[in-house]
């Protein structure tokens, strides 16, 4: 094990680097559980649910590894519920709410098509559990990927109408998109250590897969009417406080009791 | 009419005793129509049941108190949609579509299961349909693995499998809030006086009133009676109960050593008969969020449809 990646070194980057992608996970996952028993077929039922069990599956991992790097004993649950919207550092594109079906999936072929990039990368680090989260995490994101792409493609090149509304969640969601490749100081350290992954490298690839796609929906890349920015340093929309208090209303009104 | 064709009465017998012989009857079998309809009611019925019973549950997703417990009931919704699709495809090997099946619990021509129709207050709630519902669904179902129509009978071999994690999971969610602090204890208590009556009531009217057993029994679509089935089920869960240390809200349920079973006390078979006739608590809810999906969703059909149109592999296309 390099000094990198010791427990001492770098132990609060690699902290803030894990709740950022655990993070992500989890409040998509929570998003798409609002779609259960409400999705257009049974099917998508199914594969709603099966996406958000994959992501939640990896937000529990990475939380996990981030209380453990931090080494103050909070574990998946204590930063799950306890931390406020200020203190979560997700993309401002994940906390954005379901809208209608193409909404939805224009949100998660975007957020997949990145974070496919990202964890084929992650494989790479030095650190071992980040290395091994991206291993089993890529393998996800290409068949959540998979999934939303084929709806975009048929939603875009579908009815009239299924096409305007794919248009429509474009545009709205388009500004989020350049904030998953911003970096910052804390992705550099790691980055210059082999433990993260350069996340503004991964913008050509992203560009290249995201046109392919469109191209098939017969739609084009879209202009952004402004540029999100901050969620890895906690700054959010106003969408986010609802979702968490939703989200930890049960646990917190129960201080200290075990489920 | 050819002298070797076989008449109706001919074809009926001929039919009752492959059902004495306990023979799995298929789609492609001579089927008498009064079977089939039977039949198809049952499936679908049950098939819309796994479906609505999506929504008591995922009421709490969203709001799971710890990561663990939010993955376990999210899986368990998820099996439930699964069950959902084998059952309607085990519907439509009767020649009706999923479309055509659910346009009939819209307008009210098929039903699912009135316990679906009492809400999820609190948390304990998701235990207690675990144990509770979900321990009654699997009494019926053990007992209709040996239906005599096949593809229902393999239907139920695959979710019986399922169901028994999910019992398994609402028990344990129970047991954690049972032996935590007194405002759980009290919710898990609060949750099964709430359900106990209700899951009673899931096995159906006592057979000296129910109208479609004796002939479901004779073509062997039931196995086993409804009382005796509900039977079953209170044999199991009494003991259950007294592990979790929580109490059966009914004061005349007790062990009668003659019978070798428990006694229990009345059900309110007017409360069944008004739930089932409509008037729960959340009839009307659970009908208007599945119709709100389904119509909301016209569009997004319509979509995949036009999109496999277009793009049809053109050798597959007749000229
Ligand atoms: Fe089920
Ligand atoms: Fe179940």
Redesign the pocket.
């Known amino acids: 094990m390099t000094a990198a990646t010791g427990p001492a070194v770098g132990a609060a980057d690699r902290c803030a680097y894990a709740l950022r992608l655990g993070d992500d996970a989890l409040v998509l996952a929570q998003r798409l559980t609002e779609w259960s028993a409400h999705a257009p077929t049974l099917e998508e039922d199914l594969a709603l649910e099966n996406i958000a069990l994959d992501l939640l599956g990896q937000a529990r991992h990475l939380l996990t590894y981030a209380g453990a790097a931090e080494g103050q004993g909070r574990d998946e649950d204590r930063l799950a519920y306890w931390r406020d919207d200020g203190e979560f550092c997700n993309l401002q594109l994940v906390e954005q709410p379901n809208g209608d079906f193409a909404a939805t999936m224009v949100r998660q072929w975007l957020f997949s098509t990145y974070q496919r990039l990202l964890y084929l990368a992650l494989r790479a680090s030095a650190d071992p559990d980040l290395s091994a989260i991206g291993e089993r995490g890529a393998k996800e994101a290409a068949y959540h990927l998979d999934h939303a792409a084929n709806w975009v493609r048929r939603l875009g090149d579908g009815t009239e109408e299924s096409h305007r509304r794919t248009e429509a969640a474009l545009l709205g969601l388009w500004p989020f998109v350049a904030e998953m490749f911003s970096g910052d100081a804390v992705e550099a350290r790691l980055v210059a250590a082999g433990v993260a992954v350069d996340g503004r490298a991964l913008r050509p690839a992203f560009d290249a897969a995201v046109d392919a796609v469109l191209a098939e929906a017969t739609l084009s890349r879209p202009e952004a009417a402004f540029t999100a920015r901050g969620g890895r340093s906690g700054h959010h929309t106003e969408h986010l406080g609802h979702l968490l208090a939703e989200m930890q209303h049960l646990h917190r009104s129960h201080p200290g009791a075990s489920w | 009419m050819a002298q070797e064709a076989p008449g109706e009465d001919q074809r009926a017998a001929g039919f009752q005793a492959l059902v004495d012989a306990d023979h799995r009857l298929e789609p492609r079998d001579w089927l008498p129509d009064r079977y089939r309809s039977m039949v198809l009611r049952q499936i679908a019925q049950h098939a819309h049941s796994?479906v609505i019973?999506m929504q008591p549950e995922g009421n709490w997703i969203t709001r799971a108190p710890s990561l663990r417990r939010k993955a376990i009931l999210l899986a368990k919704v998820q099996?439930?949609a699964g069950?959902g699709l084998y059952l309607y495809a085990a519907a439509e090997t009767l020649g009706v579509a999923r479309e055509e099946l659910v346009a009939r619990l819209h307008d009210g021509r098929q039903k699912y299961s009135s316990i679906f129709n009492y809400p999820t207050r609190t948390w304990a709630d998701v235990g207690a349909i675990g144990w509770l519902v979900?321990g009654a669904?699997i009494t019926n179902q053990l007992a209709l693995t040996r239906t005599s129509y096949g593809p229902y009978a393999r239907a139920m071999v695959r979710?019986c499998r399922?169901?028994s994690f999910?019992q398994r999971q609402g028990f344990e969610l129970l047991w954690a809030l049972a032996r935590g602090t007194e405002a759980q204890r009290r919710m898990a208590q609060d949750a099964v006086d709430r359900w106990w009556w209700p899951t009673l009531m899931m096995f159906g009217p006592p057979d000296a009133r129910s109208p479609h057993t004796a002939q479901s029994m004779a073509w062997r679509i039931k196995r086993v009676s409804n009382d005796e089935l509900r039977q079953r089920f209170v044999d199991m869960a009494v003991p259950q109960a007294a592990a979790l240390g929580l109490t059966l809200p009914d004061p005349e349920l007790r062990w009668n050593a003659d019978r070798g079973h428990h006694d229990f006390g009345p059900i309110d078979w007017e409360e069944f008969q008004r739930v089932v006739g409509g008037d729960g608590p959340c009839n009307a809810e659970r009908l208007r969020v599945h119709r709100a999906a389904h119509d909301d969703g016209a569009w997004v059909r319509a979509a995949a449809a036009a999109f496999a149109a277009k793009h049809r592999d053109p050798v597959a296309v007749p000229a």
């Open positions: 796994e019973g099996d439930e069950h979900d669904a979710i399922e169901e999910h």
